[in-house]
């Protein structure tokens, strides 16, 4: 009895493939990884709708939780930012091609 596996599309590949990449951060090793681990949760969990305003809500909403209040979330493709914030409290990732700005005012 042979089982026929389904073959993953390029897409789907792209997907289980992608991991996320830290351009810049300040934060403490502890910190950057618990908030890309927040961050690769919500990332995964809307990416296929590219539903970006409710990924970083998410984002913001569980860094306001986990680490304090007054957390800024930016979640797109294709943005430049230049902010003031707190030292130690900014992360800048990229999970495929989307960028992922959080930091702390």
């Known amino acids: 009895m042979q ?16 991991k ?3 351009k810049h951060t300040d934060m ?12 690769t949760m919500a ?9 970006y305003e409710a990924a970083s809500l998410l984002i913001k909403n569980t860094l306001d939780k986990k680490l304090g209040l007054t957390w800024h979330c930016a979640v797109g493709e294709g943005f430049g930012f230049d902010v003031t914030c707190q ?3 900014l992360i800048y990732v990229f999970y495929g ?3 992922i700005l959080c930091y702390k005012c």
């Open 28 to 39: 403490p090793q502890e910190m950057a990884n618990e908030t890309l681990e927040v961050i």
């Open 87 to 89: 030292n130690r409290y």
């Open 3 to 18: 089982v026929d596996t389904p073959v993953p599309t390029e897409n789907e590949m792209r997907k289980l493939m992608a």
């Open 20 to 22: 996320p990449l830290i």
């Open 97 to 99: 091609n989307t960028g």
């Open 43 to 51: 990332v995964d969990k809307f990416q296929t709708s590219k539903n």
